[in-house]
């Protein structure tokens, strides 16, 4: 397992949005989150890399691990949390004030890692990564904004793979794209899934039972079933999953 | 009172209908007519500045206005009138007062926008704006009562009116103007780009240095550029605390004449309207208002440029 | 390959964020010292020349301890009521022209472009406007009334700006309900978005005359004069006003005229400061009825 969570509950002010949940995220693999909106699957995922915390009135008690070590335990720097494990955002959100190449190595600059002589290769291997390295090799110089929307999220890949993290969290990475820019994106995670630990949140079925191996139901805040993805959506055990799966709400 | 009726009735009678729409009419050219008095005040100020300084350089050459370093417009028997002079004054108080507001106005902006807790922000703010409101009167006061005569124990050699001091004073007077517009920048910078610094572990040292400050930079850049003409255009505290010798030197020490100042010693005394002397205000006066205007230009473009990019 | 992770080891730069944390810190502070530190020089220097003998009595050039405020608030008082006759209607008409009537129009386009230049105009350079225009060119001489257009003028943009950005929280479905129900242009602003906006307009013109009153250099330029006995009697008499007065005293050598200076500084400020006052009670009260 590469990510265990015990009891976690997360808090907007006197909002309780994630009410206790259990769920252990196993290494290597892609684990789905989906679930109605509203039903505090976002907010688990921002959970896991102390993202959550940065929201004014924000609150969250349990644990998360990450291997052994508690993220949230008194010692632990939560940026250094953010190195291991990224994150990857709903709308596409390049640097508007630098380059491809540049939006590419920003992790590395922010993380005081950067090195001159490697960065030609990193920003390679990085965009290669993320099926982007043919369409943008010519224009590495051009500004990060001026790529379309699904080239956009696919640069904001790039750049949460070139600092190397050992989870990736993606937040409805698609919602904001077309059918053609979604499939280019589920086939490059399929592609590094060996690589990385992945939990996706997706509000599409079809997105989880396409990508992932395993995936969990998120309903009002509370995990209701967690399975293979082939359990899940093949033969749920809960009746609300069922309700779900079959389009009965949300 | 008219009842909002009236739209309806003017259906049926229309002789009160042509009566209030003419009223509607009225009613549109007069509000017109004030909105185009800020178009009016442009030109008048153009016109006023042109007519008055196109007799002065009836008389001087724009080459010896811009080209020679002696200022002596009133006294002497060889008059000689190279702006050199003020312009030195104008540019070293001014470039003394950007040296202090821009690095402490945009340390305030950071300090508010990403590290104060809310309350502390409650309290500085409005301190802040306090400070903005205060005349310039009372910075000219301060500059020459206290300021100077603080310094003086540092520094050997101040003269008593220094473009040191006025420079500083000007530079304290500027820092709530630089620190709201650069808070505005940063504070229009997308939460968004905030998320994606911190998701990929930086810091928030790291994603101010390397995320946020360049994002928010043309409206930055647009808050200093008002900072300089608004330094350049500053008045009555190079009047009191500069000195008021048109002298041309860069030395902060020594004392100086402003453009502005320049045009308030002239002003404080009877000037007989069409002398030479009276001239050369206007003169002056356009030279400030085309620096001034330029600067206010390419601010104005620069901040048009941060809202587009904020909406992009 | 598997790495051991690493959560609590000190990361590069943390000794730099918190230095920089407290430069910001300074960043702000210092500003504000300064101002805590003029604040009291002003107070320690002119608390003991403030009396009602000091407000009423004419200024002098010989005594500075019978010298007083009299004519210098008496000319103000006239430069606010006549400033803001002259400014407001004005500004808060061509606000509504802008908000109201040519939305996205090319003549507002340039009518924006004219009112964001003149608000970064120095204030000395509608001095000297007012100066060729009114002084001259109209023949009203340095007088009362020359110096409140010039001031007019100079506020101008401030007023339209907050104006127009009071008329703007005036939501749109209220315009179109008020124009449904077949009220005309005018009738919908008047009786509408008017009374609605009245408050925030109110307050940014209050905040304008406030900077109106603190402005000397424009008036050393149109000629309010540095020593008059008595306040203005009419539009076109001769004046001086509060901050000319201050400059006259801090321009004097001596010592007690400096202690006037501090002490008419400090009302000045006092006087500022109630306006400003006003203004933020009024904000407040008109933004908790809202919500």
């Known amino acids: 397992m590469k990510i265990t969570v015990k009891g976690l509950r997360a808090s907007f002010g006197d909002h309780e949005v994630v009410k206790g949940i259990d769920l252990a995220v196993p290494s290597r693999q892609i684990t789905a989150i989906i679930g109605p909106s509203g039903c505090g699957k976002s907010t688990f995922l921002r959970c896991l890399n102390r993202m959550h915390e940065l929201v004014p009135g924000a609150s969250r008690a349990g644990q998360v691990l990450l291997d052994d070590t508690d993220v949230y335990a008194d010692d632990v720097d939560p940026v250094l949390v953010r190195r291991w494990v990224g994150m990857v955002f709903q709308k596409p959100n390049p640097f508007p004030s630098m380059s491809i190449k540049d939006n590419v190595v920003a992790g590395l600059r922010l993380t005081h890692r950067y090195d001159r002589k490697d960065a030609p290769g990193v920003i390679e291997r990085a965009l290669r990564q993320a099926a982007l390295w043919d369409e943008v090799k010519d224009k590495l110089n051009d500004p990060g904004t001026s790529l379309s929307g699904g080239q956009q999220q696919r640069l904001c890949i790039a750049r949460a793979l070139a600092v190397n993290p050992d989870v990736i969290l993606l937040d409805e990475p698609c919602s904001a794209l077309d059918p053609i820019a979604t499939a280019r994106i589920e086939e490059l995670l399929l592609e590094i899934r060996r690589d990385y630990t992945m939990v996706i949140v997706t509000h599409n079925m079809g997105q989880a039972q396409r990508v992932a191996e395993h995936t969990a139901f998120f309903l009002q805040g509370e995990l209701v079933e967690f399975d293979t993805t082939a359990a899940l959506f093949g033969n749920p055990r809960d009746p609300r999953t069922a309700d779900y799966i079959a389009g009965r709400f949300g | ?312 | 390959m598997r790495r051991p992770i690493d959560l609590t080891s000190a990361r590069p730069g943390v000794f730099a964020e918190k230095a920089f944390v407290w430069l910001c810190r300074l960043g702000a502070a210092i500003p504000l010292t300064m101002l805590a530190w003029l604040l009291y020089r002003v107070a320690a220097a002119g608390v003991h020349r403030l009396s009602w003998s000091f407000l009423t009595d004419p200024p002098s050039q010989l005594d500075a301890s019978t010298a007083g405020l009299g004519p210098a608030l008496l000319g103000t008082l006239w430069l606010i009521v006549l400033t803001a006759t002259i400014a407001l209607p004005i500004g808060i008409g061509a606000a509504i022209y802008l908000e109201e009537y040519s939305r996205r129009s090319k003549l507002a386009g340039v009518l924006e472009l004219a009112i964001a230049n003149l608000a970064g105009v120095p204030s000395i350079v509608y001095g000297m406007l007012g100066l060729g225009l009114f002084v001259h060119a109209l023949a009203m001489g340095e007088t009362v009334i020359a110096g409140a257009l010039t001031l007019a003028l100079l506020i101008l943009p401030i007023i339209i700006t907050s104006a127009r950005e009071a008329l703007r929280t005036v939501k749109d479905g209220l315009r179109e309900a008020a124009l449904g129900l077949g009220a005309t242009r005018w009738q919908c602003t008047r009786q509408v978005v008017l009374p609605m906006a009245l408050p925030g307009i109110l307050t940014g013109a209050i905040l304008a005359i406030a900077r109106a009153i603190g402005e000397t250099a424009p008036l050393v330029v149109v000629g309010a004069v540095a020593f008059i006995l008595y306040g203005p009697d009419g539009v076109d008499a001769k004046y001086t006003a509060l901050p000319m007065q201050i400059f006259q005293w801090t321009s004097n050598p001596k010592r007690a005229f400096l202690d006037n200076a501090a002490a008419g500084i400090l009302v000045l400020m006092a006087t500022l400061l109630v306006i400003n006052g006003v203004a933020i009670w009024l904000r407040n009260r008109y933004q908790s009825r809202r919500s």
Not at chain 2, 107 to 127: D, G, H, N, V
Not at chain 2, 271 to 290: C, E, K, N, R
């Open chain 2, 1 to 312: 009172m008219t009842a909002p009726a009236v739209g309806r009735t003017a259906l049926h009678t229309p002789t009160r209908g042509r009566a209030a729409r003419w009223y509607e009419r009225l009613i549109e050219l007069g509000l017109a007519g004030c909105g185009m008095t800020s178009i009016l005040v442009t030109i008048g100020i153009v016109v006023i500045l042109a007519h008055e300084s196109k007799d002065f350089f009836a008389q001087v050459s724009l080459g010896e206005f811009l080209g020679s370093t002696k200022w002596t417009p009133i006294i002497g028997d060889h008059r000689s009138y190279g702006v050199w002079p003020l312009l030195s004054a104008t540019l070293t108080t001014a470039a003394i007062a950007l040296a202090v507001a821009i690095p402490l106005g945009l340390l305030a902006a950071i300090y508010l926008s990403e590290y104060a807790a809310p309350r502390t922000r409650k309290i500085i703010k409005p301190a802040l704006e306090l400070l903005a409101g205060v005349p310039t009167i009372v910075f000219g006061y301060f500059a020459i009562t206290t300021l100077t005569p603080a310094l003086r124990d540092y520094i050997p050699g101040l003269a008593g009116g220094n473009l040191l001091s006025a420079g500083l004073m000007m530079g304290i007077m500027i820092v709530p103007l630089v620190a709201s517009l650069s808070e505005d920048a940063i504070y229009a910078v997308p939460q968004s780009l905030r998320e994606a610094a911190a998701g990929l572990g930086g810091g928030p040292f790291e994603a101010i240095r390397k995320v946020i400050v360049p994002s928010a930079w043309s409206g930055i850049a647009a808050a200093i550029t008002l900072a300089a003409s608004r330094a350049i255009g500053e008045t009555m505290i190079v009047a009191i605390a500069a000195g008021n010798e048109a002298r041309f030197g860069f030395d902060p020490r020594q004392p100086g004449q402003t453009a502005t100042a320049y045009i308030v010693d002239i002003s404080k005394g009877e000037t007989p309207h069409g002398s030479v002397a009276y001239q050369t205000i206007f003169a002056v006066a356009a030279m400030l208002f085309v620096m001034t205007l330029i600067m206010n230009v390419i601010s104005h473009r620069l901040s048009r440029r941060l809202r587009a990019a904020a909406r992009a």
